[in-house]
């Protein structure tokens, strides 16, 4: 399995606003990726800063979704990519 994190500036007050939209309009957008397994939105209520993490089959599903995830994702501090090396659910 594969990865790609977002990282995202914001301010505290918009938090709840970028869950609803990711709720609303992100998840459904990404279920359509094909080779996308799951996303993980996370967020500090504090400073404001969020990551996404989305899930994939492989490193080429990854690399395929690029451009969609790209219009997904619009402006996005940093872009990474990992291969799971554990995945151990408990």
């Keep these: 399995m594969f990865v790609r994190v ?7 007050d918009q938090v709840d ?3 609803r939209e990711g709720r609303e309009q992100i998840v459904p957008a990404v279920r359509q990726i ?4 799951g996303l993980l939105y996370l967020v500090d209520r504090t ?13 080429e599903a990854m690399r395929m979704s690029e ?4 219009q997904i994702r619009g402006e996005s501090v940093q872009v ?5 090396a554990i995945d151990e659910p408990f």
């Excluded at 977002?6 to 505290?12: H, M, Q, R, V």
């Excluded at 094909?34 to 397994?37: A, M, Q, T």
């Excluded at 400073?47 to 490193?59: C, D, F, P, Q, R």
């Design 17 to 19: 606003e970028s869950i």
């Design 67 to 70: 451009q969609a995830a790209d």
């Design 47 to 59: 400073t404001g800063k969020a990551m996404s993490v989305t899930l994939w089959e492989t490193e």
């Design 34 to 37: 094909r080779g996308c397994k």
């Design 80 to 84: 990474e990519r990992y291969e799971v």
């Design 6 to 12: 977002s990282t995202f500036a914001g301010s505290p």
